[in-house]
């Protein structure tokens, strides 16, 4: 059992670490930009898999840890919220206004 909370923490990090590095890209990119859909694609995927990961490991014996549960939970939420978000975002682009 200890053998597979450590590869799970691995994994758990790994897909954090993925998920940290696209958030801090995808800021840095141009908003839009195929780039920074890609890069916000491959942060969902990071931070959702990492938590994911987390929720059986806060409860398994020996390593119970309800704040950290309850954070897992809460990623997942905020994540798939703001994916969520984005699919009803209108598609419609706004005209240029010349300059009088």
């Known amino acids: 059992m200890e053998q597979f909370i450590t590869y799970a923490v691995y994994a758990h990090a790994f897909l954090g670490g993925i998920g940290l590095v696209t958030g801090a890209g995808s800021m840095i990119v141009k908003k839009g930009s195929s780039l920074h859909k890609r890069m916000g694609k491959l942060f969902s995927i990071g931070m959702v898999g990492s938590s994911l990961i987390s929720l059986p490991v806060g409860w398994m014996p020996g390593h119970e840890n309800l ?3 309850l954070i897992g939970l809460f990623t997942i939420y905020l994540v798939l919220a703001g994916n969520r978000s984005l699919t009803f975002k209108p598609r419609v682009r706004k005209k240029r206004q ?3």
């Open 67 to 69: 704040f950290l549960f």
């Open 98 to 100: 010349l300059p009088i």
